[in-house]
């Protein structure tokens, strides 16, 4: 069967979710990070996202790929820019072009988190060079495509080789005994990667076109989400040290009262989106069953 739809960005964290999920009904993309079976593209190159969506011919483009590192992006705005709004320019427009559905991954840094979580309606501020590109790539998509899902998330964990999310250093730092300094006044909306991935399947496929929050339904402050992670991973907590937002000399500012609202997404959805708890105990299971 040929794949029917494209993940740009496959070889990163969302990504390979996401190519897990689909299984052989997609292919994916790389551009630095060489996997097998996945495709090379270089996103901020035009000419070569048109020839791969010309060759491929996508019902769905699927995009997570991003410069999501938010600090970097603080110092080396010409490399966010490239990436986070030409990049994906160039690919919501190869949809557009050739008549697939995209769907695009955005962020809550978008808002400047004094009053979270957001609803999909809440008027957008962002606060760091990393919110204000994918701001711009959101602004984009909605008023040149037809055809579109803007999914906005929060918190995303789970399994990653790389160990390139939250729950990744928690776990090795936990397991050493190394402090972590951890967030006391940063709320979020914890959202576990393969309950995303199964979320993401299904907005793709709805009769819907507009902004998503496909994410966890608890509004939780940095340091408590940690330690409920210790204690379901059964690790001693005291290596956690709460930390104030001023103290951690973060190069961008966060949202401090982060987070989106997922409930109008939740009713377009037969995918139940989890608990944080939910989520942490099936990162669980996934970590055991790679024991």
Same mark, same amino acid.
């Given at each position: 069967m040929r794949p029917d739809i494209l993940v740009v960005g496959a070889s990163g964290f969302v990504g390979g979710a996401l190519l897990r999920a689909y299984g052989r009904r997609a292919i994916g993309t790389?551009?630095?990070?060489?996997? $097998?079976?996945?495709?090379?593209?270089?996103?901020?190159?035009?000419?070569?996202?048109?020839?791969?969506?010309?060759r491929l011919q996508p019902r769905i483009i699927i995009h997570p790929a991003a410069q999501p590192n938010v600090d970097r992006c603080e110092s080396e705005i010409d490399e966010s820019y490239r990436v986070n709004v030409t990049g994906t320019v160039n690919v919501a427009r190869a949809a557009r072009r050739t008549g697939a559905r995209y769907l695009y991954f955005s962020t809550d840094y978008v808002f400047n988190g004094k009053v979270g979580p957001a $609803?999909?309606?809440? $008027?957008?501020? $962002?606060?760091?060079?990393?919110?204000?590109?994918?701001?711009e790539a959101e602004v984009f998509i909605r008023e040149n495509l037809d055809n579109y899902v803007i999914a906005r998330t929060c918190g995303v964990f789970g399994f990653h080789p790389q160990g390139k999310n939250f729950i990744m250093a928690l776990l090795d730092k @936990?397991?050493? @005994?190394? =402090?972590?300094?951890?967030p006391s006044d940063q709320w979020g909306t914890p959202?576990?990667?393969?309950? &995303?991935?199964?979320?993401?399947?299904? &907005?793709?496929? &709805?009769?819907?076109? @507009?902004?998503?929050? =496909?994410v966890g339904p608890d509004f939780l402050v940095r340091i408590e989400f940690a330690r409920l992670a210790a204690e379901i991973l059964g690790l001693d907590p005291s290596f956690l040290?709460?930390? =104030?937002?001023?103290?951690?000399g973060q190069a961008a500012a966060r949202p401090v009262y982060? @987070?989106?609202?997922?409930?109008?997404?939740?009713?377009?959805?037969?995918?139940?989106?989890?608990?944080?708890?939910?989520? &942490?105990?099936?990162?669980?299971?996934?970590?055991?069953?790679?024991?």
């Open positions: 790389y551009w630095h990070s060489a996997t $097998p079976g996945l495709e090379r593209l270089d996103m901020c190159d035009a000419a070569a996202v048109d020839a791969l969506v010309d $609803p999909v309606d809440a $008027p957008t501020d $962002p606060l760091s060079v990393y919110g204000r590109h994918k701001l @936990g397991r050493r @005994g190394e =402090p972590m300094r951890v959202t576990y990667v393969d309950n &995303l991935a199964q979320a993401v399947q299904e &907005l793709a496929e &709805l009769d819907f076109v @507009g902004i998503a929050h =496909p040290q709460a930390t =104030p937002t001023s103290q951690l982060g @987070g989106v609202d997922n409930r109008s997404t939740q009713a377009l959805l037969r995918t139940r989106l989890m608990s944080a708890r939910e989520g &942490l105990l099936a990162f669980k299971k996934d970590m055991e069953g790679r024991a």
